[in-house]
């Protein structure tokens, strides 16, 4: 079918899963973007650090002032450490050592094994909450470390919250496929069992709905299973009462042999009968032209000029794909009740088109119709109301339909006419 309801809720349930890992991996995206430029305010904050610097050692050539100027840049930037030193390594301010008369001793740092190479001209390089800037004019190594709960907490908390936000929604993600597949497999089975029985899934009440109709089929199979017994049981047991009788009266010499011979091949015709009913079908799918298969179906029903029947196609009708000779005799089967429905004159039409999910070739006809007390009957095997006819051919109908997962409906009334129609899912 082109949609269902288990489909329905599978492509919506597929939707939802599939925006929950979209919304997983757009906040992995955006978590490490936040990340990236909290890092990159952090390195913004030690060019400016290394561009103030630079103007202060431009400008001021007082050592006291100097040291004051730089004492209120790294606290008001609230650094845990600054070190400016010139490019051999010779410091020129640590905000951790008191300069004894504000004169600042003369000690070398070892950047290269601490960062583990040298910064390129304003180039920083990073280890951990410390950074380092070389500032080109006027060359100066800058090292900043950054307080702890500005720079490492926040780097942590950025970590940790990509790290559990984007774990949680892959899992819900995941956990939702599992749930579903698994709350699908009774769904589908369901599905599966509601198209062999032909019974039509409605979206209100999907489940009460499709079970109640289930129960009702699989109730009729049984019913029809009984009554299955009892007509072979019932014909079995003429037949043989009726040999019985026969062979007393063959021997007092009453009855020719002959007449045994012909109740034997009349068992043997029912019990034939039965078993091409019974034997499994293999389809032989292939594509199907429809007005092909009407036009042949009343070739062979060869309808009388008694009757005036007439054709009907609705708009474009598709092809479907089936086993033509089955759906052919399906079809003239129907035919052929039609015309069985007529003493004298009537009319016949074939009527096709879509309906919804479903290609429709109905065969409609103004005959005896049938009465509503039968219309839940008339599909069961060996039921009929024909003097010679063993009620096997709507049942064979019903069961060529739904090997093509259809289904054959009928609306009639007495007097007035009966419309049998088959229904086919259209792929």
């Not at 500005?150 to 749930?179: E, Q």
């Amino acid at each position: 079918m082109k949609s269902s309801y288990p489909r329905n809720i599978g492509i919506t349930a597929g939707i939802f899963i599939f925006l929950i890992i979209f919304l997983a991996i757009v906040n992995l995206y955006i978590n490490i973007q936040l990340r990236n430029e909290f890092l990159a305010y952090d390195q913004n904050k030690v060019i400016s650090i290394a561009a103030l610097c630079a103007g202060y050692l431009d400008k001021y050539s007082s050592q006291a002032e100097l040291y004051y100027l730089l004492r209120n840049l790294s606290s008001s930037f609230n650094l845990e450490h600054l070190i400016i030193s010139d490019t051999l390594g010779n410091k020129i301010y640590d905000s951790w050592l008191i300069p004894l008369e504000y004169e600042i001793k003369v000690n070398k740092t070892n950047y290269q094994e601490y960062f583990k190479g040298l910064p390129k001209s304003e180039e920083i390089v990073q280890n951990g909450n410390n950074f380092l800037f070389l500032n080109t004019a006027p060359p100066f190594y800058v090292y900043a470390s950054l307080n702890p709960t500005y720079s490492l907490l926040f780097d942590t908390i950025f970590k940790w919250h990509v790290f559990y936000i984007t774990i949680s929604l892959f899992f819900v993600g995941f956990l939702g496929i599992f749930l579903i597949r698994n709350l699908f497999l009774p769904m589908r089975y369901v599905a599966k069992v509601a198209t062999e029985l032909g019974v039509g899934m409605k979206k209100e009440d999907f489940v009460s709905k499709t079970f109640d109709e289930i129960f009702k089929k699989i109730k009729l199979k049984e019913a029809t299973l009984v009554e299955f017994s009892s007509y072979i049981a019932h014909e079995f047991r003429n037949s043989i009462g009726a040999i019985i009788g026969l062979t007393r009266l063959v021997e007092k010499g009453k009855k020719p042999a002959a007449e045994i011979i012909k109740e034997c091949r009349a068992m043997e015709t029912l019990i034939n009968r039965l078993l091409e009913y019974s034997k499994p079908i293999k389809p032989l799918v292939l594509a199907i032209d429809i007005k092909q298969l009407v036009d042949d179906a009343v070739t062979k029903a060869s309808i009388p000029k008694r009757i005036n029947f007439k054709k009907n196609f609705k708009g474009d009708v598709p092809n479907i794909k089936g086993d033509y000779d089955l759906l052919h005799d399906a079809l003239t089967n129907l035919l052929k009740n039609s015309i069985e429905a007529f003493k004298e004159k009537g009319v016949i039409e074939v009527e096709v088109g879509t309906d919804g999910d479903f290609l429709s070739i109905s065969v409609i006809d103004n005959g005896c119709g049938i009465d509503t007390q039968e219309l839940d009957k008339i599909f069961s095997p060996f039921y009929s109301k024909k003097e010679e006819g063993m009620g096997l051919g709507l049942a064979y109908v019903k069961k060529i339909m739904e090997l093509h997962n259809g289904r054959v409906e009928v609306e009639s009334k007495k007097g007035k006419g009966s419309k049998f129609t088959l229904k086919f899912p259209l792929l």
